[in-house]
């Protein structure tokens, strides 16, 4: 059997499995060659694995059971690792290094890539979701996180083909239309995740519809996944179909609020913005960050060459992520929620306005204002609305295709959907 072309939500791995082959027998390589010796962090990781019999087990038995997933187009080889301590070498390597361009099989999330089959395996769903291992997670990509923010991360802000800066880059992120200084080294960007986490040029984006309080806009630069209506307290969001269930999903927060009401789910690119504004004025209710999974999918969806994207509905249960309730300056709308859901990765949430202070509850937000953003990692959200809150969204907002793959691109601060 080998891994269909299937398109890859958001644009985090190759659309053909080939260039992912490559990048990963090249990092393997190139890890194994330095030879570096273990940051401690990774250090850390290994003495979890072996000094937890269960965790040993799971994570020994994730690349023995990787036989039987499927194999990679005849040509373009069949790399897996082949056992933990491969997986600690090149995540060792990995703290050092930053995303680079590719056009044609860029690898956005390196760390994914490693654990893109281990994950779907029996081991592996069992071993990503225990607290324990995400804990030591969170660890390890605090320190990448780090790496990611210092200067040293900046080596692949350059014109080469393989450079964020090259035209071909240029052109996929749209960089014209970003703040950045023209006379100044890495146009202006002090790290990887400053330029991951670019501004929009004032006008860019403007609001829709700013003095219509009906007018509700997108949170995000983002493609829809699903839109489902008449939602649940609790159901079954482990199965085949995703389900949102409201009392894991915000944590038990306002769940009475918003039962029989609607979810939007949509995912952010790669290559877009990463920041996330207020889809109407009001006044924040309740902050909450919730420490989850990083590298959890559902099973129900089988093995995905994307790892976690057709899974999106499951991890906006279970994933890392921020929410913010706010209370709609028109009671029609009345209280909403917006889930910021870490997806792999970094995934850092980050609750702050525009001039980068903390957000506080009982701050009072204009439609469009800046809510936070997403550090390297992201990326998918949710917006929770209360049942009758919602006349109609907008045309372009309804997700196309299985797991909304044909979707198009909704602009931040567009005109989502209409107010009952």
């Known amino acids: 059997m080998t891994v269909s072309l299937t398109s890859r939500l958001g644009g985090w791995l190759p659309t053909d499995p080939g260039p992912l082959q490559g990048w990963l027998q090249n990092t393997l390589e190139e890890a194994e060659q330095k030879a570096l010796?273990?940051?401690?962090?990774?250090?850390?990781?290994?003495?979890?694995?072996?000094?937890?019999?269960?965790?040993?087990?799971?994570?020994?038995?994730?690349?023995?059971?990787?036989s039987g997933l499927p194999r990679a187009p005849v040509g373009s080889g069949d790399v897996k690792l082949k056992d933990y301590r491969q997986m600690l070498t090149v995540m060792n390597h990995l703290l050092t290094t930053a995303p680079t361009y590719d056009a044609t099989g860029q690898v956005g999330f390196p760390i994914t890539a490693i654990l893109d089959f281990p994950m779907i395996t029996p081991a592996g769903l069992a071993a990503f979701v225990l607290p324990k291992v995400n804990d030591m997670f969170r660890k390890l990509l605090a320190v990448w996180a780090q790496f990611l923010d210092s200067p040293d991360s900046t080596y692949v802000l350059n014109d080469t083909p393989s450079g964020w800066l090259s035209p071909e880059a240029r052109e996929a992120l749209k960089l014209d239309e970003f703040e950045t200084d023209r006379a100044a080294p890495y146009l202006g960007f002090k790290s990887w995740n400053d330029f991951f986490t670019r501004r929009f040029k004032p006008g860019q984006r403007p609001v829709a519809e700013p003095d219509n309080d009906r007018a509700i806009v997108s949170a995000c630069e983002s493609n829809p996944f699903?839109?489902?209506?008449?939602?649940?307290?609790?159901?079954?969001?482990?199965?085949?179909?995703?389900?949102?269930?409201?009392?894991?999903?915000?944590?038990?927060?306002?769940?009475?609020?918003?039962?029989?009401?609607?979810?939007?789910?949509?995912?952010?690119?790669?290559?877009?913005?990463?920041?996330?504004?207020?889809?109407?004025?009001?006044?924040?209710?309740?902050?909450?960050?919730?420490?989850?999974t990083y590298y959890a999918e559902s099973a129900s969806v089988g093995f995905d060459p994307a790892a976690a994207n057709n899974s999106q509905g499951y991890i906006a249960h279970v994933a890392t992520r921020a929410l913010i309730f706010i209370e709609a300056d028109n009671a029609d709308i009345g209280l909403l929620c917006l889930v910021a859901v870490g997806m792999s990765e970094c995934s850092s949430c980050l609750l702050v306005d525009e001039t980068e202070q903390p957000l506080k509850e009982g701050q009072h937000v204009t439609k469009g204002d800046q809510l936070g953003y997403f550090q390297f990692g992201g990326s998918t959200h949710c917006l929770v609305f209360r049942p009758g809150a919602i006349s109609s969204f907008e045309q372009q907002a309804i997700p196309k295709g299985e797991y909304g793959q044909d979707s198009a691109l909704v602009q931040v601060n567009s005109l989502l959907a209409t107010a009952a």
């Open 226 to 292: 699903a839109i489902k209506t008449g939602v649940k307290d609790t159901d079954s969001f482990w199965v085949k179909a995703q389900p949102y269930s409201l009392r894991e999903m915000l944590n038990g927060n306002f769940v009475e609020h918003f039962v029989g009401g609607t979810v939007y789910q949509a995912f952010l690119s790669a290559t877009h913005y990463h920041r996330w504004h207020s889809p109407v004025s009001g006044t924040i209710r309740k902050l909450e960050q919730i420490a989850g």
């Open 37 to 66: 010796p273990f940051h401690p962090v990774v250090v850390e990781f290994q003495e979890m694995i072996e000094d937890d019999p269960i965790i040993h087990m799971y994570f020994t038995q994730m690349f023995e059971e990787q």
